[in-house]
C-alpha cells in the first residue's frame, strides 16, 4: 500500500469511507497534534479515536505540516458544505433542530405573555 498520498487523495478517500463524526474527529487529531507537534498517530493512540481507520492516520503523518492544514481546511469545508446541502433539504440536523426548538419556546413565551395582559 502506498502510504504517500496527497491531501486531495485522502479527501477523496475519506469522502468515500468516514462518517461525518469520524471525519470531525479525524480534524480534531490533525489539530492536536500541529499543536502538540505529535504525530497524528500519537494522537490518535492518545485519545482512543478507535473508528478511524489506522491506515488514514497512517496516510496523514506522511503529509507535511503545510499538507496537513490543507487536509484540515478540505474536511472542515466538506463537513460544512455536507451540513448545509442537509439543512437546504431541510433534514432533521443538530442546527434545523435547534431553530425549531428556538421558535416553539419564543411562541410559547409570547403566548403566555398575551394570557397575563388578557
Not at 47 to 75: H, M, N, Q, S
Not at 99 to 108: F, L
Request: hydrophobic share 40%; aromatic share 6%.
Amino acid at each position: 500500500m502506498n502510504l504517500a498520498k496527497t491531501p486531495a487523495e485522502i479527501i477523496s478517500d475519506i469522502a468515500n469511507s468516514l462518517t461525518r463524526t469520524q471525519a470531525t474527529g479525524l480534524n480534531a487529531l490533525i489539530f492536536l497534534s500541529l499543536r502538540e507537534e505529535t504525530s497524528v498517530a500519537y494522537q490518535h493512540k492518545e485519545w482512543g479515536f478507535l473508528d478511524i481507520p489506522g491506515f488514514i492516520v497512517a496516510w496523514c503523518d506522511y503529509l507535511g505540516e503545510d499538507d496537513l492544514l490543507e487536509l484540515a481546511t478540505e474536511i472542515t469545508s466538506t463537513t460544512l458544505s455536507d451540513e448545509l446541502v442537509t439543512n437546504l433539504r431541510g433534514e432533521n440536523t443538530t442546527a434545523a433542530l435547534e431553530v425549531e426548538n428556538a421558535q416553539t419556546i419564543a411562541i410559547q413565551a409570547i403566548e403566555q405573555e398575551s394570557r397575563l395582559h388578557c
